[in-house]
């Protein structure tokens, strides 16, 4: 009898690319990399002027439609009539409306009572009336028709705004300090390094085919009012024993199905270095970032693979080709960090912070808030990352009159804790990925809670989104809410997975997803009373929501 031969130990696999650029894999991996090879994003905009808006939606080339219209800013919104329960069995294109989404970026700008009465009056005239503030601060529209397109874009241009990149594989709108360059506590004004990575690097070819979406933040305020942590790139505010006020760098932040929250380099970049720094950073993304599969294609991915120090060194060696200097890094306060009510500018005038509920605006509301600011001599308006709205320059004797104006129209600078604390992503009423509703959901609940709850002496955010892709932040907000259909007397209804206890800042942590916390969307009401007025009764002196929950 012969013996078998032992068989040789099998040689290890070698590791399978994951689509980085800069080893080698250059042939696209997926049909998104494929499209983008095919044809740079930005061309789309010829096509869109000179093709699509004057023949019309079905002129459209499915691959512009469904890929590189999201360079300019638009997505097909979802189509009436799908509920949360088909949209896993209907088709891509069946939940296609034939009208829009369109994003306009803000960049942390201060935009002038003209700039603001345009995004209004864009609104009105072409958009149904809608324009939400989102939690990028960016403006929202629904119902745009591709017709439309080209003289909302001229609109838009005239008011220093634009809707480039808004979506897409590419640098998307940034995050600016709402405050920069006016609060009396700022450490440094950002602004000019914003405008610089504008000026550079959007609609610049070089960064227009990124893995996936990058997202920016820059602030010299000492509340980091920007949620730095959940940013793919960030600068934050901090002093140099001897070089004096400039940014750490943070990266890699996330959220959506792997949450991550950004590493922090400690190290000091000056104001005017920035703009170079984010280029290396952006660069990093772009060649190694990973391309093969879309679910690892976000910057967190490669820095939670490769450890901040070897990030640096890349940075240094490969991009910048010098060192950056190490500082600490600072400490995130805990607290607000939306601006709301009336505050003290270094030129002795005020800004005022006033909270639309849970982002949602109008055009007509937009185009109101114009009037007023050119009636009381306010130079500008800024949106910020938590669905607000702050005006800028408001004159100390105006202010009463100011706050009571701004009321009239819906937006308050003393809102409840609630009206304050809520966001909510736009859900089912136009996204195709929702599962549930979100902004009226919210309102309800706003409402709601603010007669159970009328004085809440300390803050409890909300965060309401429409399914797994966490755009209103899931995983840091107090309440966390995402979107899913959960059972109730044998039947799928809308309804939310609960996390608890997220937050960001010093005590920065995700919420607790506890399995048998999944509430109806109907029993929302009931279900946070029931956990506010628990909290209320057990915390401690001084407790905040998220120690108490992680205690
Ligand atoms: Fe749409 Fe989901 Fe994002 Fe909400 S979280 S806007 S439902 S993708």
Redesign the pocket.
């Given at each position: 009898m012969t013996e078998t031969p032992a068989r040789p130990a099998p040689k290890p696999r070698p590791k399978r690319g994951e689509g980085q650029w800069a080893l080698g894999y250059r042939e696209p991996l997926n049909k998104n990399e494929q499209s983008k090879k095919d044809d740079n994003p930005l061309n789309v905009r010829g096509r869109i002027i000179n093709i699509y808006a004057k023949r019309g939606f079905d002129s459209i080339d499915p691959a512009d439609l469904r890929g590189r219209f999201r360079w300019m800013g638009l997505y097909t919104q979802r189509a009436p009539g799908f509920d949360g329960g088909k949209t896993a069995t209907v088709p891509e294109e069946e939940l296609d409306d034939r009208y829009f989404m369109l994003r306009v970026r803000s960049d942390g700008k201060l935009l002038s009572p003209a700039a603001v009465r345009a995004l209004g009056t864009i609104g009105q005239d072409f958009a149904r009336d809608t324009a939400d503030v989102t939690d990028r601060a960016n403006i929202q529209y629904h119902w745009i028709r591709v017709e439309d397109v080209p003289t909302i874009w001229d609109r838009l241009d005239e008011a220093g705004l634009s809707s480039l990149e808004a979506c897409g594989d590419s640098p998307r709108p940034f995050l600016g300090s709402p405050v920069a360059g006016v609060a009396t506590d700022e450490i440094i004004d950002g602004s000019p390094a914003l405008d610089e990575i504008f000026r550079r690097y959007i609609g610049n070819p070089d960064f227009s085919n990124l893995p996936r979406k990058f997202k920016t933040a820059v602030t010299g305020h000492p509340s980091h009012d920007v949620s730095p942590e959940t940013n793919d790139v960030s600068f934050v505010g901090t002093v140099h024993p001897e070089h004096g006020p400039g940014f750490d760098l943070w990266v890699g932040g996330g959220l959506s199905t792997n949450p991550m929250l950004a590493q922090k380099l400690g190290v000091w970049i000056p104001l005017d270095d920035v703009p170079d720094v984010w280029e290396g950073v952006a660069s990093i993304f772009r060649d190694y970032g990973y391309r093969r599969l879309r679910s690892r294609a976000r910057l967190k991915f490669l820095v939670a693979d490769w450890g901040v120090e070897k990030f640096r060194e890349v940075l240094e060696t490969e991009y910048l080709q010098r060192e950056l200097v190490s500082n600490p890094s600072p400490v995130s306060p805990v607290g607000h960090r939306d601006h709301i009510g009336v505050h003290d500018q270094k030129d002795g005038k005020k800004y005022v912070g006033v909270a639309p509920t849970a982002g949602r605006v109008s055009g007509t509301m937009l185009a109101q808030l114009a009037d007023l600011m050119d009636a009381h001599g306010i130079a500008g308006a800024r949106l910020t990352p938590y669905q607000k709205i702050v005006l800028i320059g408001v004159e100390p004797a105006a202010v009463e009159q100011v706050v009571e104006a701004l009321d009239v129209i819906g937006l308050s600078a003393r809102p409840s804790n609630w009206r304050r604390n809520t966001m909510a992503?736009?859900?089912i009423e136009f996204?195709k990925?929702?599962i549930v509703d979100?902004k009226e959901r919210a309102r309800r609940l706003v409402d709601s809670l603010e007669e159970r709850f009328p004085e809440l002496d300390t803050p409890i955010t909300v965060n309401v989104?429409?399914?797994p892709?966490?755009?209103?932040r899931t995983q840091v907000g107090d309440i966390g809410l995402k979107?899913q259909l959960v059972m109730h007397d044998g039947e799928q209804v809308e309804g939310f997975q609960v996390h608890l206890g997220g937050a960001t800042g010093l005590e920065a942590n995700f919420g607790r997803k506890l399995r048998a916390h999944k509430v109806t969307s109907a029993g929302l009401d009931d279900y946070i009373t029931v956990v506010v007025t628990n909290f209320l009764a057990d915390r401690t002196e001084g407790e905040t929501f998220s120690a108490w929950v992680h205690r």
């Open positions: 992503c736009t859900g996204c990925l929702a979100t989104n429409g399914c892709n966490a755009c209103a979107g």
